[in-house]
Each structure stands twice: as structure tokens, then as C-alpha cells.
């Protein structure tokens, strides 16, 4: 486009979506920004929740483990040996 003297701001429809589109992100941004600072604080609480889900999760495969343990040992000294002579 050559360059041109004078005043060549002519009124362009776009121009105006232009400025409500900066306005709308503008808003946008300050909106998201807002919600950011309230989501961050919660980052440390959901890690403590997974530190806690985790060591639950490791206590009920120790029950489990000491549970099947008992069991097999009680089934042991239940059972019979198996010789064909009753």
C-alpha cells in the first residue's frame, strides 16, 4: 500500500467490531484472571487430598493382604489331608 499525506481515517465498520472484540477479551481476560486467583489456593488442598487417597489406598491392600493371609491360614489348619481312606 503506498503511503499517503494527509488523513486517511475513513469510518470502517470493522474499526468498531474491532474495539468491541478488544473490550469483550479485555473483559475476558479479567474474568479468567479473577477465577485463576481463586482455583490456585486449591492446589495444595488437592494434592493433600491425593497424599490422603493414597495412603488409604496402601492401608486397604495391607488389610487386604493380612485378610487373604488369616484366611489361607485358616483353611489350613481346617482342612483334611485328602488320602481316599474315610
Known sequence: MPVMEGVQNKYNSSNENLSTKVQTNSGNIQYMQEHVKKIAPLEKHVSDIQTNVDKLNQQMANIKSAQSNRANKAQKA????V???H
Open 78 to 81: 481346617t482342612s483334611k489331608p
Open 83 to 85: 488320602t481316599g481312606l
